[in-house]
């Protein structure tokens, strides 16, 4: 196989080695036969490894990248650090690696075998902090895609994901955020807008083995406010990859409802909170096109074997355009194309299926690989300074629904985007007892303001329409002056600029103003 392409290798396992990070396998290739092959003839290897001419400029056996064949073992062949192919472990079947370790990227090198990385935490009712047994918790990255399994919470509430991790050269952990999932029966799942789930950097895992467990790992959950004549759905994706298929049971387009859940690594998948009756499942991930299916859920019952097949890839474009004016903090945004079956108009929320999210936009964008299905295009959802223009007197600034049937889809109107007003305050789930006071930083060129509080189900509470403006760099303040609010509950302010004429100027963002009551 070349001994340089060896050499190299066994040079990098071994560094690692001495690091104490990882347990050394040399990447082996099937048995070679004795003797030079042949380039010319294609004869003289076996198991569907190919005679190359080695660094050496003798000929040898080496596995095939092409085909990825002539590796033992589960591993995989890639190209080596001297151009040659080698066998490395495989980072999507974790095959090549011995039994209690996992196979992870190496920044800057070649996959190696490790010990697991955990993620572990504890899932509660956040009105009365008891521990939730039952629910499903996944850790997923900022594109929505599931990169653990499903866990399933004990009678105390706890969970432990194992979470892939890549290293550096050294074998230390590199960094890599992921945001949590978590869904439960007669809960609302975690997150849905306007919580939001926060960056964990699994690289601050500690101890031996290498675990991760903080304030940020535990999830409070909502109780559903009356779940009686729900059901739930359980079924597989049946799909090469099924791992992180967003299923959607129920709804109806222009209407939202729909309720989801993600699938695991062999597919099986749960939706809870499913209204009783007939209704429609369909599975959505980039670049996966699937077959859809009907149940019949009976309240408090458990209908099984609701089954997705995939019927070929997914190969339709979206493509668009975002203009940004007077974007404040802002540069750039994000594209995503939420399921219209799952999408609140009220709340201007829903969720979106892995991969069918485009970041750094700034001008054109595009989103490939997007099955079949109506959606809801957002813009400048994500907290990043900016904001969906809310003047909907002028182009570009409504809500932009598309249906796509097997075809690529260019967006005639482009969108307008904004910077947002800043610093809404409470925010990020903070606690607040007693008066509530609302505030944020004042815009440029306002008449007045309006301000709105809606609770976590995205219902109004109380609105003001006649916040009087403010002059110079200062803060606008407001006192809620509504019903008594409920303890343990979360809520949502979103606060609108007006000009003169009653056109808006700019609002706070989607998902900022969120705080907890007690």
Known sequence: MGQLRTSLWTLAAANLAAAGMIAVMTPACDDEPEGECSIEEGTGCANGQECLLGADDQTHCACSVDADT????????????DGEPACYCNTTTEGGCEAGLVCEEVVGGYPACFAPVTLGGMVFDLATDAAIEGALVVARDANFAAVSGVAVTDASGSYVLTVPVPRNADGSLSEALVFLRADAQAYLTFPMAPRVALPIDMSQASGDPLHL??????????????PDGLGTITGTVVAEVPI??????????????GVTGIADFDGTYTVFNVPAGSVAVRGYKAGLQLTSATAEVAASAVTEGVDLTAVGEAASVVSGKVEIV???????TSVILVVDETFNPTAARGEAPPGLRVAGVDGDFEIPFVPDGNYVVLAAFENDFLVRDPDTSIGGTGLVRITVEGGSLALSDGFKITGSL????PDNEELVSGPVELSWNDDSGEDHYEVRLYDAYGNLVWEKTDVPGVSGDARVVVTYEGDPLSSGTLYQFRAVS?????????????????????
């Open 70 to 81: 002539g590796c033992a073992g589960g591993q995989q062949c890639l190209e080596g650090p």
């Open 213 to 226: 467990e903080s304030s940020a790992t535990d999830i409070g959950l909502i109780e559903i406010a009356d």
């Open 244 to 257: 992180g298929t967003l299923v959607v049971a129920g709804g109806a387009t222009e209407a939202g409802g």
């Open 326 to 332: 007077n974007p404040g903090d802002g540069s750039d």
């Open 422 to 425: 800043d610093e809404p305050s």
């Open 498 to 518: 007006i000009k003169n004429g009653g056109s808006p100027i700019s609002i706070t963002e989607d998902l900022r103003g969120v705080f907890l009551y007690q």
